[in-house]
């Protein structure tokens, strides 16, 4: 962006629109020197940088920024990465995760040349090992839930890892190129897309949507439950690990979990953080619209159809989820809002065509 003063006039003369408020001197970002080269203006006061993409996807999709005052923004992409699942402010890529058990059987198979292990696109924050516990009987939002049966535990760890994670650099052979492709290319585990992975000594907040097998009509679920806990590396337990339980009203069957965790620093020990979706003591319990982010952050996410793509939940900051509904010829007719007080219908729209007689 440029930054300069503008060609204004005394306050007394009267105010020509046509030619009033343009730059004074303006100076462009490239200039062409007597070498015939073209030279950028990096190092002048005036151009000034506001924002710069950090990281993006196999499809070009970018997942990572940052402005000047260093704060990120990340996305997350899902559905074969076509569409985004959540955004998150103040967040790096690897800070933030979201999974709402909806896109494990998404697939394009539109592919022309490649084998079908090319298809496959791992997940930023993976739980598909479970894929076999995903259930239409409830959920939250979308299609499917993650049923964890009686007495058992559905649990995923991931690595807990400090700034250095974030030093990623590729490099290219100087070699020739032959028939359009380069001879060869030197590259290690660091240029890889980053998974989640948060960081020591940092405020994590934990939140997810549970309903139990037996739908409470009083109090609350009691017996579903989150527990996060920390590992070394010989998989022992680091400290105190800590439960979460569902709080607030019951909406439509569906309770909220909600914490905020604090990540041990790294002299402790951690290797890595164990996120544990508990079943019931009596009960199966189901899960769905699973995230964590940084404390200081704040994370939207997106729930769509797994066939026709089409948006059919919003979740705002506190996880509390805006409904889309549309008729057969896809047009949007209703949208629905989730509060303390149950779902509200917000707006509602209806058309039609006029026929014509002959």
Not at 154 to 161: Q, R
Not at 218 to 225: L, S, V
Not at 243 to 253: D, F, M, N, T, Y
Request: hydrophobic share 30%; glycine share 6%; aromatic share 14%.
């Amino acid at each position: 962006a440029y930054y300069d003063a503008r060609k204004e006039p005394a306050v007394n003369d009267r105010t020509n629109i046509r030619t009033y408020g343009l730059i004074n001197n303006f100076t462009p970002f490239w200039t062409y020197n007597t070498s015939n080269n073209w030279l950028a203006d990096n190092k002048g006061s005036k151009w000034v940088w506001t924002s710069e993409n950090t990281l993006y996807d196999r499809k070009g999709n970018g997942v990572e920024s940052r402005d000047p005052l260093g704060r990120y923004t990340s996305g997350q992409f899902g559905y074969n990465q076509t569409v985004p699942i959540a955004v998150s402010q103040n967040s790096k890529y690897r800070e933030s995760g979201f999974d709402g058990f909806e896109d494990y059987d998404y697939k394009l198979d539109s592919y022309i040349g490649l084998d079908s292990c090319a298809k496959i696109i791992l997940k930023h924050f993976d739980w598909t090992k479970y894929k076999y516990l995903r259930s239409a009987e409830f959920s939250h939002t979308g299609l499917y839930s993650l049923k964890v049966p009686q007495s058992e535990q559905a649990f995923v760890k991931f690595k807990v890892s400090d700034t250095s994670e974030d030093n990623r650099s590729v490099w290219i052979r100087d070699n020739r190129i032959s028939d359009a492709y380069p001879k060869g290319l030197i590259t290690n585990e660091d240029s890889w897309l980053p998974v989640y992975s948060p960081t020591y000594k940092d405020s994590i907040v934990v939140s997810a949507w549970v309903r139990e097998q037996d739908l409470c009509k009083t109090g609350g679920y009691e017996q579903a439950g989150i527990v996060v806990s920390f590992e070394n590396a010989s998989f022992a337990t680091v400290g105190t690990p800590v439960p979460l339980k569902a709080s607030g009203p019951v909406i439509e069957g569906w309770q909220r979990i909600e914490g905020v965790v604090m990540v041990p620093a790294g002299s402790t020990g951690v290797n890595s953080m164990r996120v544990s979706l508990e079943g019931g003591s009596s009960q199966a319990v189901y899960y769905d619209d699973l995230r964590i982010h940084p404390f200081k952050a704040n994370m939207k996410s997106f729930v769509y159809h797994p066939v026709n793509l089409r948006l059919l939940s919003e979740l705002d900051e506190n996880n509390y989820a805006s409904f889309y509904e549309y008729d057969d010829e896809g047009t949007l007719i209703r949208v629905k809002k989730e509060t303390e007080r149950g779902v509200k219908t917000i707006k509602e729209t209806r058309s039609a065509l006029i026929k014509q007689e002959n």
